[in-house]
């Protein structure tokens, strides 16, 4: 008989399930380990499979499992799971976290530096290219690790700036390792590499990005950093959706100010100041606010000085966004128990506060606008990311125009 390691069964277990489904958490929490889980279920044992996972439970097997780890380690596609001790414990603290990384490059010392998650418009401005550059270039310099999308515009900006610096960046792909996106930065991956950075994602090597990809990508670049920098974004712009994770993560947010106040093509960012985002003059704005618990990981640089005057109010911290019960901890025996009426569709009885507002006023509704669903939670961002793990748990299904419905 084939013996079966424990990456294999994570493997199973996504398989399974999805890449970004956060039905698998609860099912752990009920058999006690990935490993129960997967022969209890394939052996027949539905009774903690929520009627729209069967399907793909079903076919799922734990020998696809063992031939995926083999092809990706036949392409040099590394595997880390949850249960790794290199996997991320910042991304272990997030709602819904993945349960496998593929990646290439180097992965560790995440938790242990100053990660800063940069992003922007793929059409930015000479003015956001220029500046957003420059500071990523300096954080990078003095030892933060920049994190962006890998897409063309100010995520390659961002990249590029890093590794020009000798520093470290950390792509996060919305799709597989080998579909090849996007095109115009091919090649860029291995640069990446060779320069000690990393590229991550939590789909399979084949899969194709789609717009739940791309926001459910944004969880992870947002959740393996301790800030963000929004660069250049426009109201609606796909930026916002990241920004909108950090601030349910508890993370910080930070705002490159606009060049022109009055432009189409800030008023994103606009909004984020007025809702309390840290304006950046320059990068030991952002420097300022770790240095004390990272001194160790940070490189000094006399000539970088604090661009506000000193007699600026300090700036009030965040508080962190309680861990929603569904979340799993460190330990999976720790996760609360599951029973099958907790989230059934169009009867989510697991839901509960804000979230359970806005899909009840959904359902009411039939169809709902983001402006109508405001009425549940006022912060934008906040509603943005309640919707996004609706759309994850696969209760709500976004339709164009900012229009939601129930997912049949």
């Not at 180097?106 to 100053?114: L, Q, Y």
């Not at 739940?212 to 990508?217: E, N, V």
């Not at 705002?255 to 009055?262: M, R, T």
Request: one cysteine or more; charged letters at 25%.
């Amino acid at each position: 008989m084939e013996e079966y390691t424990e990456r294999d069964y994570w493997l199973w277990l996504t398989l399974a399930f999805g890449c970004s489904n956060s039905r698998k958490w609860p099912v752990i929490s009920h058999y006690g380990s990935v490993r129960e889980a997967c022969e209890k279920i394939s052996s027949g044992d539905y009774s903690h499979v929520l009627p729209g996972d069967i399907r793909t439970v079903k076919s799922a097997n734990i020998g696809q499992a063992a031939k995926l780890a083999k092809m990706c380690d036949d392409r040099g596609i590394c595997i880390c799971v949850y249960s790794d001790g290199l996997f991320p414990q910042r991304l272990k603290e997030i709602y819904n976290p993945p349960a496998v990384l593929f990646y290439t490059g180097d992965i560790s010392g995440i938790d242990d530096s100053v990660v800063i998650s940069a992003v922007g418009t793929r059409h930015p401005s000479e003015y956001s290219v220029k500046v957003g550059g420059k500071i990523c270039a300096e954080l990078a310099a003095r030892g933060v690790i920049i994190a962006s999308g890998f897409a063309v515009g100010l995520d390659s900006v961002a990249h590029n700036a890093a590794m020009k610096a000798n520093g470290r960046t950390i792509a996060v792909l919305p799709c597989g390792h080998l579909y090849g996106y996007p095109k115009e930065n091919a090649g860029a991956a291995e640069t990446i590499v060779a320069k000690g950075g990393a590229v991550i994602s939590e789909y399979f090597p084949d899969s194709k990005p789609s717009p739940l990809t791309f926001r459910a990508r944004n969880r992870i670049l947002s959740g393996i950093s301790l800030g963000t920098l929004i660069i250049q974004t426009a109201v609606g712009g796909g930026s916002l959706s990241t920004a909108s994770f950090a601030l349910s993560q508890g993370r910080d947010i930070f705002c490159i100010p606009p060049h022109d106040i009055y432009a189409d093509e800030y008023a994103g960012v606009i909004g984020l100041i007025r809702d309390g985002a840290k304006p950046v003059f320059g990068s030991a704005d952002i420097i300022s606010e770790y240095e004390g618990l990272y001194q160790h990981r940070l490189k000094s640089d006399p000539d970088l000085k604090p661009q506000m005057p000193k007699e600026a109010p300090a700036r009030q911290k965040r508080q962190k966004a309680p861990l929603n019960p569904q979340r799993p901890s460190v330990d999976i025996s720790e996760l609360p128990e599951f029973s099958p009426a907790a989230m059934k569709y169009g009867n989510p009885d697991g839901l509960f506060g804000t979230k359970k507002a806005i899909y009840d006023l959904i359902a009411e509704r039939k169809e709902a606008h983001l402006d109508e669903l405001s009425v549940c939670i006022a912060d934008i961002y906040e509603l943005e990311a309640f919707l996004t793990e609706l759309e994850l748990d696969g209760l709500i299904e976004c339709l164009p125009g900012n229009r939601f419905r129930i997912r049949n």
